[in-house]
């Protein structure tokens, strides 16, 4: 240690705090700059002071953090908070500030001034520890008893002692040092940063014995406890350096107020034996601030580096795969999910934005996207098809198997997102959409079944608009409209006051009033009569399940017999042909998705000059708070434990057929610029990855980087000529013999596939995705017809049996197409026709020559331009089985007119729909559906049948 002398040299703590903070200013504006040239120009760091009461030293103390705060460039806040606080009170408010990207470090200003008993200790620890800037929680704590000091944040105090015991140039290596004061704030948390720093460390404390002898060895003095003057300075050893952390208050009539500061060190007395000595005050208390705002500086520094990239600590489950491979059901339940939870933690979700339902599935919040905004987006990947045949091409399996390669074998950061399956098509003909094989989402059976119950709430939404419509017939056909206003605008007490949403219809009326009293009976008439016309509404009700029966019904009997109100025909569709399902696949946040619902269009006026809204109904903050649950995307994990979101799930043919715009837009933050989201598009290039590229990613703001085209041998040869395949029976020779003629024949329509995604300007990764029939001529075949239509490569694939093993070759290939910036492009410029748009996806995507409209689609064109609607993107509903839209014709169709016989809006979801040819919104069931097979054993309640 240093040499005794004659007096020690002041360890001038405000000098150094002084230069401290000019190094965090520094620091600063290094992250404002960095943040700038990341797009985030914004980017300043905030630390938010929380006080519960008034105590007049904590507002000295705040001022001075504040004020210290805002000239080094930090964005200082004072929470304050009344002396009635309770303890759940003052915890709501951490997780709010826990949860508020723009805030990098919170403090509680201690002690709590609150006549509602609140543990301390507990607040403390309501911190989120990488916001922990005191240091003081239990995460922090446990950090720097490990030794972990790059991890965690050291208590201000100690860090301000260790940087005034550096800056005397002693050697902290090997020195004695004693620490008096065992605090969880000084003390202990000095002792354990001294002895990471290799010092011989001794604690003493109020039973410790001998304390003058142990200070006496002492080379490095650090005493906290609050006690006057109550080292002596004859037990300092020569040369040592003491830092004096105590503040203690004399009467001293002899000062100017009386009083006198004064610390736990005799300081006269010591500082003739010491080599250095802080002063009280001056001294350890300007460091205590000065590290405050350090610590802030590196959690804003922390933060903004997890924003450029984050730190991906996924776990892979390994698979035990077994030959033959064995049912989809029984490879699912061979692996054991991680908890949930767990998963989140790896992937970088907080504790607090996800909501477990159960073990292995949850729920996550969309404030993780408001946390993650400044963050570069991952790659982008849409997975689409050839036209899909009866022999099934494995566009999920594929989806799932190329997620599994990136994050378990290549160990790349990755997400899938993948739609929710319907209940129809599972317990009818189609199955589920979890993947198959060694490829899945697993648990399959919560995949494939209720999952979170989203497509219920949608139901249930979309039932309760039908019925206010219904009931709005109803009232406004058997009242005055005086007793339509009485009750629609009812009086409480003697106030009378319109909600939001009735202002908002006489917004729309052009009525500026908004005291219920002041309208005149015009005025009041035109509010309160909707005046549907029931041959117009074009709101269906909804059930998720295939039943023929319904789509054509006639309701209001009973009504028509007791009110005299006309019964009507009516139909049900299948839920996720609702365009409450649209709306939640393509809602970018909350607030958008209640304005989507506000935007729906229902039903036209009898006049015809009034187009009928959910919002004019009333029903839209219902609706909204019926989904508030199902916007939020659901968490769940393949075989291998690679993350997967599975969120909404409208149907490709009769809707746009893509998962949630939220979901991707997560995901894409969780990834970062390292990684890759891979998202599914309904069917074929034709049907779901159209609808992708034009409505999906106009409305999502994202830009695709690659699509990926999954076919197989089998269902070329079908498109080549091959024979029809019979449910049941087994399959003609054609498809288990090679037969090269017949995959060059069918190779068209995947020529096609390949053109279609070109025309978006996106590289084309063609995944064969193999059966063990195929033969490797048959394969070369394929990848060489696909390179010369401008495929950027085509990759064998054996996912399915083999899992993300099968798929490593597939994501290479996608890696690379990525590396180039994307160029992708819209199909259309929405400032053409409605006509134009449609003429464009029939003529480019399909091949047809041009297309027709009967009268009823014309008109509905036409009334649809006028009202405004002509610059929407077009939703094509079509048979998925063809490029046509006559679903028996395979292979590429040719010279054909495609006709257009309705037309109407999804104003809510943003597009305009052309039904071509006879697609029905309510499949049916077949001879045989698939709940034959569906069982549970009451023993283990394991599932059976499902695939």
Request: proline share 5%; hydrophobic share 40%.
């Given at each position: 240690?240093?040499?005794p002398?004659?007096?020690?040299?002041i360890?001038?703590?405000?000098?150094?705090a002084?230069s401290?903070?000019?190094?965090?200013a520094?620091?600063i504006?290094?992250?404002r700059?960095?943040?700038?040239?990341?797009?985030?120009a914004?980017?300043?760091?905030?630390?938010?002071?929380v006080?519960?009461?008034n105590?007049?030293?904590?507002?000295?103390?705040?001022?001075t953090?504040l004020k210290t705060g805002?000239?080094v460039?930090?964005k200082?806040r004072?929470?304050?908070l009344?002396?009635?606080?309770?303890?759940?009170?003052?915890l709501?408010e951490l997780?709010?500030?826990?949860?508020?990207?723009s805030?990098?470090g919170?403090?509680?200003?201690l002690?709590?001034d609150?006549k509602?008993?609140?543990?301390?200790?507990?607040?403390?620890?309501?911190?989120?520890?990488?916001?922990d800037v005191?240091?003081?929680?239990?995460d922090?704590?446990g950090s720097?008893a490990?030794?972990?000091?790059?991890?965690?944040f050291?208590?201000?105090t100690?860090k301000?002692?260790l940087?005034?015991?550096k800056?005397t140039g002693?050697?902290i290596?090997?020195?004695?040092a004693?620490?008096?004061?065992?605090s969880k704030?000084?003390g202990?948390p000095?002792?354990?940063l001294?002895?990471?720093?290799?010092?011989t460390?001794?604690?003493?404390?109020?039973?410790s014995?001998?304390?003058?002898?142990?200070?006496?060895?002492?080379d490095?003095?650090?005493v906290?406890i609050?006690k006057?003057n109550?080292?002596?300075?004859?037990?300092?050893k020569?040369?040592?350096?003491?830092?004096?952390c105590?503040?203690n208050v004399?009467?001293?009539?002899?000062?100017p107020?009386?009083r006198?500061?004064v610390g736990d060190?005799?300081?006269?007395?010591?500082?003739?034996?010491?080599?250095?000595i802080?002063?009280?005050p001056?001294?350890?208390?300007?460091?205590?601030?000065a590290?405050?705002?350090?610590?802030?500086a590196?959690?804003a520094?922390?933060?903004q580096?997890?924003?450029?990239q984050?730190?991906?600590?996924?776990q892979?489950l390994?698979?035990t795969l077994?030959?033959?491979?064995?049912?989809?059901?029984?490879?699912?339940?061979?692996?054991?999910?991680?908890n949930?939870?767990?998963l989140?933690?790896e992937?970088?979700?907080?504790?607090?934005e996800i909501?477990?339902?159960?073990?292995?599935?949850?729920?996550?919040s969309?404030?993780?996207y408001?946390r993650?905004k400044?963050r570069?987006n991952?790659k982008?990947?849409v997975v689409?098809?050839?036209?899909?045949?009866?022999?099934?091409?494995?566009?999920?399996t594929t989806t799932?198997?190329?997620?599994?390669a990136f994050?378990?074998?290549?160990?790349k950061?990755?997400?899938?997102?993948v739609?929710?399956?319907s209940?129809?098509?599972t317990?009818?003909i189609?199955?589920?959409?979890?993947?198959?094989?060694y490829?899945?989402v697993?648990?399959m059976?919560?995949?494939?079944l209720h999952?979170?119950g989203?497509?219920?709430?949608i139901?249930?939404?979309?039932?309760?608009?039908?019925?206010?419509?219904?009931?709005?017939?109803?009232?406004?056909g058997?009242?005055?409209?005086?007793?339509?206003?009485?009750?629609?605008?009812?009086?409480?007490?003697a106030?009378?006051?319109f909600v939001p949403?009735?202002?908002r219809?006489l917004?729309?009326l052009?009525?500026?009033?908004?005291?219920?009293e002041?309208?005149?009976?015009?005025?009041?008439?035109?509010?309160?009569r909707l005046d549907i016309d029931?041959?117009?509404?074009?709101?269906?009700?909804?059930?998720?399940?295939n039943?023929?029966?319904l789509?054509?019904?006639?309701?209001g009997?009973?009504?028509?017999q007791?009110?005299?109100?006309?019964e009507?025909q009516?139909q049900?569709?299948?839920?996720?042909?609702?365009?409450?399902m649209?709306v939640?696949a393509?809602?970018?946040?909350?607030?958008?998705?209640?304005?989507k619902?506000g935007?729906?269009?229902?039903?036209r006026?009898?006049d015809?000059?009034h187009?009928i809204?959910a919002?004019?109904?009333g029903?839209?903050?219902?609706l909204?708070?019926?989904?508030?649950d199902?916007?939020?995307?659901?968490?769940?994990?393949?075989?291998?434990g690679?993350p997967?979101?599975v969120h909404?799930g409208?149907?490709?043919?009769?809707?746009h057929?893509?998962?949630?715009?939220?979901?991707?837009?997560?995901?894409l933050?969780?990834v970062?610029?390292?990684g890759?989201?891979v998202?599914?598009?309904?069917?074929?290039?034709?049907?779901g990855?159209?609808k992708?590229?034009?409505?999906?990613?106009?409305?999502?703001?994202?830009v695709?980087?690659?699509?990926?085209?999954v076919?197989?041998?089998?269902?070329l040869?079908?498109?080549g000529?091959g024979?029809a395949v019979q449910?049941?029976?087994p399959?003609p020779?054609e498809y288990v013999?090679?037969?090269?003629?017949?995959v060059?024949k069918?190779?068209?329509?995947?020529g096609?596939?390949?053109?279609?995604?070109?025309?978006?300007?996106?590289?084309v990764?063609?995944?064969i995705?193999?059966?063990?029939t195929?033969?490797?001529e048959?394969?070369?075949?394929?990848?060489?017809?696909?390179?010369?239509s401008?495929?950027?490569?085509a990759?064998?694939?054996?996912?399915?049996?083999d899992?993300?093993l099968g798929?490593?070759?597939?994501?290479?290939?996608?890696?690379?197409?990525?590396?180039a910036?994307?160029?992708f492009r819209?199909?259309?410029d929405l400032e053409?026709?409605l006509a134009?748009k449609?003429r464009?996806?029939?003529?480019?995507?399909?091949?047809?020559?041009d297309?027709s409209?009967?009268?009823?689609?014309?008109?509905?064109?036409?009334?649809?331009a006028a009202?405004?609607?002509?610059?929407?993107?077009?939703?094509m509903?079509?048979?998925?089985l063809?490029f046509?839209h006559?679903?028996?014709?395979?292979g590429?169709?040719r010279d054909f007119?495609?006709?257009?016989?309705?037309?109407?809006?999804?104003?809510?979801?943003?597009?305009?729909?052309a039904l071509v040819?006879?697609?029905t919104?309510?499949?049916?069931l077949?001879?045989r559906p698939?709940?034959?097979d569906i069982?549970?054993?009451?023993?283990?309640?394991?599932i059976q049948?499902l695939f």
């Amino acid at each position: 240690m240093a040499s005794p002398s004659a007096c020690a040299q002041i360890l001038d703590g405000k000098l150094i705090a002084k230069s401290v903070l000019q190094q965090v200013a520094s620091t600063i504006q290094d992250l404002r700059t960095t943040g700038a040239q990341a797009g985030t120009a914004d980017f300043q760091p905030g630390l938010v002071i929380v006080q519960v009461g008034n105590r007049e030293d904590s507002n000295v103390y705040i001022r001075t953090k504040l004020k210290t705060g805002s000239e080094v460039g930090i964005k200082t806040r004072h929470v304050k908070l009344p002396d009635t606080t309770t303890e759940s009170e003052l915890l709501h408010e951490l997780q709010r500030l826990n949860q508020d990207s723009s805030v990098h470090g919170v403090i509680l200003q201690l002690p709590l001034d609150s006549k509602e008993p609140i543990d301390s200790a507990k607040a403390t620890n309501a911190i989120s520890p990488e916001k922990d800037v005191d240091g003081l929680s239990l995460d922090n704590a446990g950090s720097l008893a490990r030794g972990d000091l790059a991890r965690c944040f050291v208590p201000c105090t100690p860090k301000g002692v260790l940087e005034l015991i550096k800056r005397t140039g002693a050697n902290i290596e090997g020195a004695q040092a004693v620490i008096i004061g065992r605090s969880k704030i000084v003390g202990a948390p000095m002792s354990e940063l001294l002895l990471w720093h290799h010092a011989t460390v001794v604690v003493c404390h109020s039973k410790s014995r001998n304390i003058q002898q142990l200070v006496s060895n002492a080379d490095i003095l650090v005493v906290a406890i609050g006690k006057a003057n109550f080292v002596k300075g004859d037990w300092i050893k020569p040369g040592a350096v003491v830092i004096d952390c105590g503040i203690n208050v004399l009467q001293d009539p002899t000062a100017p107020n009386g009083r006198r500061l004064v610390g736990d060190v005799e300081f006269k007395e010591a500082s003739r034996r010491a080599a250095w000595i802080t002063p009280v005050p001056g001294g350890v208390g300007p460091m205590t601030v000065a590290m405050l705002m350090q610590n802030t500086a590196e959690a804003a520094s922390r933060s903004q580096q997890l924003l450029q990239q984050p730190s991906w600590k996924l776990q892979a489950l390994k698979l035990t795969l077994q030959r033959p491979v064995p049912s989809d059901i029984e490879a699912a339940r061979s692996q054991t999910p991680k908890n949930i939870a767990e998963l989140a933690a790896e992937v970088g979700i907080r504790p607090d934005e996800i909501e477990p339902y159960g073990w292995s599935k949850g729920k996550v919040s969309l404030q993780t996207y408001d946390r993650l905004k400044d963050r570069p987006n991952g790659k982008y990947i849409v997975v689409s098809g050839i036209t899909p045949t009866p022999l099934g091409e494995g566009k999920s399996t594929t989806t799932v198997g190329l997620a599994q390669a990136f994050g378990a074998h290549l160990h790349k950061p990755i997400f899938a997102c993948v739609r929710q399956p319907s209940q129809g098509p599972t317990f009818g003909i189609k199955g589920g959409a979890a993947g198959g094989g060694y490829s899945q989402v697993i648990p399959m059976e919560d995949f494939n079944l209720h999952l979170t119950g989203d497509i219920h709430a949608i139901t249930a939404a979309n039932n309760l608009l039908a019925a206010a419509i219904d009931a709005r017939i109803l009232h406004e056909g058997t009242q005055t409209d005086a007793a339509l206003f009485r009750r629609l605008v009812p009086a409480k007490g003697a106030v009378r006051e319109f909600v939001p949403i009735q202002l908002r219809r006489l917004q729309r009326l052009g009525i500026s009033k908004t005291n219920p009293e002041e309208l005149t009976n015009d005025e009041v008439k035109r509010f309160v009569r909707l005046d549907i016309d029931p041959l117009t509404i074009s709101w269906n009700r909804v059930l998720d399940t295939n039943d023929q029966f319904l789509r054509e019904i006639t309701i209001g009997k009973s009504v028509q017999q007791e009110k005299g109100i006309p019964e009507r025909q009516t139909q049900f569709d299948i839920t996720v042909s609702s365009e409450i399902m649209a709306v939640l696949a393509l809602a970018t946040s909350l607030a958008d998705m209640r304005e989507k619902f506000g935007k729906m269009v229902v039903a036209r006026s009898k006049d015809g000059q009034h187009l009928i809204t959910a919002d004019d109904i009333g029903v839209t903050g219902a609706l909204t708070v019926l989904m508030k649950d199902a916007i939020r995307p659901n968490l769940m994990q393949t075989l291998e434990g690679t993350p997967v979101f599975v969120h909404a799930g409208p149907f490709a043919n009769i809707a746009h057929g893509n998962s949630s715009i939220v979901a991707d837009l997560i995901a894409l933050k969780l990834v970062g610029s390292e990684g890759f989201v891979v998202t599914e598009a309904g069917f074929g290039s034709d049907i779901g990855m159209e609808k992708f590229c034009d409505i999906k990613c106009r409305y999502s703001g994202l830009v695709a980087d690659a699509v990926v085209l999954v076919a197989t041998v089998r269902a070329l040869k079908m498109h080549g000529g091959g024979p029809a395949v019979q449910a049941g029976t087994p399959l003609p020779k054609e498809y288990v013999e090679e037969h090269v003629d017949l995959v060059r024949k069918g190779f068209c329509n995947l020529g096609k596939h390949i053109e279609n995604a070109s025309r978006f300007g996106l590289p084309v990764v063609v995944a064969i995705n193999r059966f063990h029939t195929d033969t490797e001529e048959e394969i070369n075949v394929i990848r060489g017809m696909a390179l010369e239509s401008g495929a950027f490569d085509a990759i064998v694939c054996t996912h399915w049996a083999d899992g993300g093993l099968g798929a490593v070759n597939l994501a290479n290939a996608v890696i690379r197409a990525t590396e180039a910036p994307s160029q992708f492009r819209f199909l259309y410029d929405l400032e053409l026709s409605l006509a134009e748009k449609m003429r464009k996806i029939a003529r480019d995507i399909y091949g047809a020559t041009d297309i027709s409209f009967t009268p009823d689609a014309q008109d509905q064109l036409d009334r649809l331009a006028a009202a405004g609607f002509g610059r929407l993107p077009i939703c094509m509903a079509k048979t998925h089985l063809s490029f046509s839209h006559d679903a028996s014709v395979k292979g590429v169709a040719r010279d054909f007119v495609l006709p257009i016989r309705q037309v109407w809006v999804s104003a809510g979801a943003g597009f305009v729909c052309a039904l071509v040819g006879t697609i029905t919104k309510m499949p049916g069931l077949p001879t045989r559906p698939a709940f034959f097979d569906i069982d549970i054993d009451p023993d283990t309640q394991l599932i059976q049948g499902l695939f």
